[in-house]
């Protein structure tokens, strides 16, 4: 093969360049014979196999490099930002949610920073002044509870600990254990329906489930210094710092003097918090009262999405217990603990159904249990009754009110069993179900039934339930699974479905309708049922009449909080909680919904809502970035209703006006990017903790009252005697509004349904008057895989970022999270794109320096058709890396800005080379600065270094963008015509018949008739400022059915229009010329020696189909203006 790189390698498309970039970086570099000292420096080039180690040296290189630009960014201040004194200069305020400092940063963190980091280097280069602050959250649960099993670890195990799974019999009989529970809890979800397996997020991470606090801080902290940890506070003065340290080694390009962390260790940011609240308070945006929240028992306080290691974003669900009440029993043998709890009691007792279809009652037909469900008999306190669930229920239960804030149980969580029961032992009991037609019921079996949702047992209502349905006529067909649980006859036979909901298109029975159409012939058809219980769940409510009952004749969807309402009034229901779905503490607790005394912030306040979706959807006001991420605020707006804010556990700043309560993870971090604006005033550089002492201005953090904050942030009036020098509070109120609002916030999508939405519910209250100093946009990505799959540690693809930048160099990993994508799907960050950026940073810096150190390249002169052409790519390269990263679509900009601009010099290289023409030392200067600003963003270290190689004055990240002329898009097309005929060209050659002569490009100047008319009809309907109109296949079958006379022609007018269409997309509406605008033959002859070497023939020529008179009709009939073909007889 011949090893001079081919154009065709710079011709591949976005999809394919990153595929091949890998060998096109070799070829770049092999017998590239451009100049003699660029050909000496690369004769001895150590080109690394794909796999297997490249070794370090090029890594240890980039480090080196990397270590000594950090410490020229440190000694010139590079990132540390204050007002500029020109109020023509743009600002650019960019954010990233502080980061929980229970250990050190991963590639998960990385990965969503350095879209921060990214964008607010883009803007740099821009000539904003730009301001990238960081901090650290120590708010909540999280280290207190790690702290606390720390203590409990080494309380029970001693110092070292010397735990149980340390001998390998025990540790291999745990893990069996565990496993055989895992499978067994996972055998019983699968039989209940459920469709995923039942693990903890604890047992997913470590394959185990034995995880031991002691061993995962050995793994970031000396073991003599573990004991240490047992002090939360301890945390806090550990690993803050240790962040700062590998970020600053990541070039995060921060202004560190504004860092800090948060709780009341910090005195300036605790008042700072205070005063938010007493605001928010005194707007009446807090209140006091008893509201259902998710809770644990164990920590003895709510459990907000930070407190948890399961169930995050899960909030309370409402049910509807119905009464069904125990008649006497019919069988005393078979039933002889429920006939002795009913004569014991002395109390009315009710299976409690959970339900979230109260006005379904009228059709229940019979109760379902699960056969091998246990179940107990509670007493309920408030009502005097006994109650028939399962123990997780009466668990939540306890912790409910029942009716004026008194609680079901006379104890908080606390309840009284007065019997068990197993499933099959409440079968067949006589119940009495409210509002049913029938007078008496019976319990029958349900294998489908999860006891880890509801009370474990369902009422059955088989006209609209589509699964009570296929039970019901299971049991009626089928005697033998009767008799299986001692069912009777009686007990199933004459319960007939009982229409009560009419439908449009589904009759009076969608259950019975759904089931027939989808013909479900048993509860195992379980994707099936699904799809009919969401059908007619859905349709029952929005267009669903009653038909039984006072109410018959109405909508269901206004008589069903009536029904409801009146049932709980007549003691036939009431209402119960519990989590959406499974929630976990961080001390592992199975949480409930508990109704508790709280401090909670009203963001269901229907004008605060408002105010807040009003900005969202307005996109003058607010950026989202993505259409998928704008609508998950909007429905979170309306979603989060009442938050509960403060907690009686836990590290934070403590309620002002209840100092009881310390203000919750979530509840503290809303507004605290407007603190990053005076936190170097307050705090200053290294002092993450607020030591008064080394406070830049001398503010007493006790002088910080809500007047004081009031002027710096709210334009209140000046403080009377408030003990701050008036010098240093306008410094602060000045720079406050210099820098707000926040233009951009950058965060992993999981955010979106707390902080992002309670930060905008937060600048609305208290800047109110101000919608101005709202935030004006957020950017959120998905999660990041690495190498295809989830990060885990058993997998050996957990990894931290400090750890990464050192194996792959800091600018190689910032790349890869550049090129792992960049929406709300999960991206992929592939150590295979780090460990290729290595090589291709470390070829280019070697090409760029020694070429343009060389004295061969030409200057001055007129430039000829590919100098333009190399400049014309650069323009538009620079063009569209701008248009994608301020976008927020760092994978696009590195793909223009760094893989088409070497494929584009490249081409250029290999064309100068094979045409015996020298490269042109101004084009390939531009080319090569505008390549350094434009990965600057990614790579900074990188571009400092060949910044300086270049004797460019000034540092790189502070360079301005490069300055670009508009995009010759004639030129562009010329260049295409070129690339793509090589191309063209080369599989010809290759189809062929063995043993040709001659060769010739056939080129055709005018297009046949029938596609001068499908041209003009799109002249048409171009329009230079949107294009062609989104009906525009639609229009052109109408057009080409009416207008094409041939019916065998209307396929290649469609296929024709369709390419053209394309083409006008990337060069506009000269695309659809009659006549090309360019001389194909010319561009043809001035780059003859070009192809030639490339096919590898020795002779070509130039033939007109116009005039040429023996060109085959299968050839002629692919040739077309711009669609040359190199016919080879």
């Not at 699960?370 to 009502?383: H, M, N």
Request: aromatic residues 10%; neutral net charge.
């Amino acid at each position: 093969m011949d090893t001079r790189l081919k154009s065709a390698e710079f011709a591949i498309n976005i999809k394919a360049s990153r595929r091949r970039f890998n060998s096109f970086i070799l070829l770049s570099y092999i017998n590239i014979n451009m100049t003699d000292e660029a050909t000496k420096g690369m004769e001895n080039l150590d080109i690394a196999p794909k796999t297997g180690g490249k070794g370090t040296a090029k890594r240890d290189a980039l480090r080196a490099n990397e270590i000594a630009v950090q410490k020229l960014w440190e000694e010139e201040k590079a990132y540390e930002v204050d007002p500029s004194d020109d109020k023509d200069k743009e600002t650019f305020m960019v954010t990233f949610p502080y980061p929980y400092s229970n250990g050190h940063l991963h590639i998960g963190h990385a990965f969503s920073l350095t879209k921060a980091i990214f964008r607010a280097q883009y803007e740099r280069h821009q000539g904003k002044q730009v301001l990238f602050p960081f901090a650290f959250h120590c708010t909540g649960m999280p280290i207190q509870a790690a702290a606390n099993k720390l203590k409990s670890e080494i309380e029970q195990f001693g110092i070292p600990p010397q735990f149980p799974e340390d001998d390998p019999e025990v540790r291999a009989k745990m893990e069996a254990e565990m496993k055989a529970a895992q499978e067994a809890k996972a055998a019983k979800a699968k039989a209940g329906g459920k469709q995923k397996g039942g693990k903890t997020k604890l047992v997913q991470k470590t394959g185990t489930g034995i995880v031991r606090q002691w061993n995962i801080l050995l793994k970031m902290v000396p073991a003599e210094e573990i004991p240490q940890f047992v002090d939360p506070y301890h945390w806090l003065s550990y690993f803050p710092p240790i962040g700062v340290d590998h970020l600053k080694k990541f070039g995060v390009g921060v202004d560190w003097r504004r860092a800090f962390i948060t709780t009341a260790v910090n005195p300036y940011y605790d008042a700072f918090i205070r005063w938010q609240f007493e605001t928010l308070k005194s707007k009446g945006k807090i209140l006091f009262g008893k509201r259902n929240n998710v809770y644990s028992l164990v920590d003895g306080q709510v459990c907000a999405d930070h407190d948890r290691s399961e169930g995050e974003g899960v909030g309370p669900q409402e049910y509807v217990l119905i009464k069904l009440k125990v008649l006497p029993v019919e069988d005393e043998t078979r039933h002889a603990k429920m006939k002795k709890l009913l004569d014991t009691c002395g109390k009315s007792v009710y299976f409690v159904p959970a339900t979230l279809r109260p006005e379904t009652m009228y059709g229940q037909t019979n109760c379902f249990v699960l056969p091998t469900g246990e179940y107990g008999a509670y007493q309920v306190d408030a009502t005097n009754e006994v109650f028939i669930m399962s123990a997780r229920s009466a668990r939540g239960l306890s912790c409910q009110t029942y009716k004026d804030n008194k609680g079901y149980t006379n104890e908080f969580g606390k309840i009284t069993c007065l019997e068990t029961f197993s499933g099959d032992e409440l079968l067949g009991l006589p119940l009495k179900a409210p509002l049913a037609k029938y007078d008496k019921v019976y319990t029958l079996p349900l294998l489908s039934i999860s006891m880890s949702k509801g009370t474990g047992v369902v009422t059955s209502v088989p006209s609209d339930a589509p699964d009570d349905y296929v039970c019901l006529k299971e049991l009626q067909d089928k005697e033998a699974f009767r008799a299986k649980f001692g069912i009777t006859d009686e007990m199933v036979l004459p319960f007939e479905v009982v229409p009560i909901i009419k439908i449009e298109g589904y009759g009076d029975a969608s259950a019975v309708f759904m089931c027939e159409k989808l013909k479900i012939k048993s509860y195992n058809d379980k994707a099936k049922l699904t799809k009919a219980k969401d059908e007619t769940y859905l349709k029952g409510f929005t267009m669903g009449i009653m038909q039984v009952g006072e109410y018959a004749g109405k909508k269901v969807s206004e008589v069903k909080p009536i029904i409801k309402q009146e049932m709980i009034d007549s003691g036939d229901a009431c209402l119960y909680f519990e989590p959406e779905s499974k929630v976990v503490s961080r001390t592992n607790d199975e949480c409930v919904v508990a109704a508790t005394d709280q401090w909670y912030l009203a963001y269901g306040e229907e004008s605060w809502t408002a105010a807040v979706k009003k900005h969202v959807l307005n996109a003058d006001t607010f950026d989202a970035y993505d259409a998928n991420a704008l609508g998950r605020y909007e429905y979170t707006a309306g979603w989060l209703q009442e938050w509960a804010c403060t907690r009686q556990f836990g590290l934070g700043t403590y309620l002002p006006w209840d100092p009881e309560w310390v203000i919750e993870s979530l509840s503290d971090s809303t507004i605290y990017m407007a603190y990053y604006t005076i936190a170097h005033h307050l705090q200053g550089a290294d002092n993450l903790n607020g030591d008064p002492a080394k406070s830049p201005e001398k503010v007493d953090p006790k002088k910080l009252t809500t007047p004081v904050f009031d002027y710096i942030y709210r334009n209140g009036p000046m403080p009377a005697d408030c003990g701050i020098a008036e010098e240093s509070l306008n410094k602060m109120r000045s720079e406050f509004r210099y820098w707000y609002p926040m233009d951009l916030r950058v965060s992993a999508k999981d955010l979106i349904p707390n902080h992002l939405t309670m930060a905008l519910f937060n600048h609305a209250a208290i800047w109110e008057d101000e919608p101005k100093l709202w935030p004006k946009g957020y950017y959120c990505n998905g999660h990041v895989l690495v190498d295809g799959e989830k990060m885990s540690k058993s997998k050996g693809n957990f990894l931290m970022m400090n750890e990464t930048a050192e194996k792959f160099s800091v600018d190689a990993t910032r790349f890869a999270c550049a090129d792992a994508g960049d929406s709300l799907d999960d991206a992929n960050f592939s150590r295979e794109t780090a460990d290729n950026a290595i090589l291709s940073l470390t070829n280019e810096e070697t090409w760029i320096s020694e070429t343009l150190a060389s004295s061969d390249l030409r200057t001055g002169g007129e430039l000829n058709f590919m100098d333009k052409v190399l400049q014309n790519e650069t323009n538009r390269l620079v063009g569209a890396t701008g248009v994608a990263f301020a976008g927020m679509q760092f994978r696009e900009g590195v793909q223009y800005g760094w893989y088409e601009m070497l494929m584009a010099r490249g081409e250029y290289r290999s064309w100068c080379q094979d045409s015996g023409v020298t490269m042109h030392k101004d084009v390939i200067q531009k080319w090569a600065e505008a390549l350094i600003i434009l990965i600057c963003p990614v790579c900074p270290h990188w571009c400092e270094a060949l910044w300086k190689k270049l004797g460019k004055q000034g540092l790189a990240v502070k360079a301005p963008w490069p300055v670009a002329d508009e995009e010759d898009k004639l030129l562009t097309r010329q260049a295409r015509f070129l690339r793509d005929g090589l191309k063209q060209f080369r599989g010809q050659a290759g189809k062929a018949k063995k043993g040709w002569k001659t060769a010739s490009i056939v080129v055709a100047d005018n297009y046949p008739e029938w596609k001068i008319g499908t041209l003009k009809w799109m002249q048409e309907q171009y329009s230079d400022e949107t294009g062609f109109p989104a009906t525009f296949m639609k229009d052109l079958k109408t057009w080409a059915g009416a207008n094409v006379s041939d019916k065998k022609m209307i396929k290649f007018t469609m296929q024709f229009a369709s390419f053209m269409k394309n083409e006008a997309a990337e060069v506009g509406k000269v695309a659809l010329d009659t006549q090309l605008p360019f001389d194909q033959s010319a561009i043809l002859e001035g780059s003859m020696q070009y192809l030639k070497s490339q096919l590898n023939i020795a002779e070509i020529e130039i033939l007109k189909l116009e005039t040429a008179t023996d060109v085959p009709e299968r050839i002629a009939g692919q040739i077309t203006p711009g669609k040359p073909y190199l016919w080879c007889r």
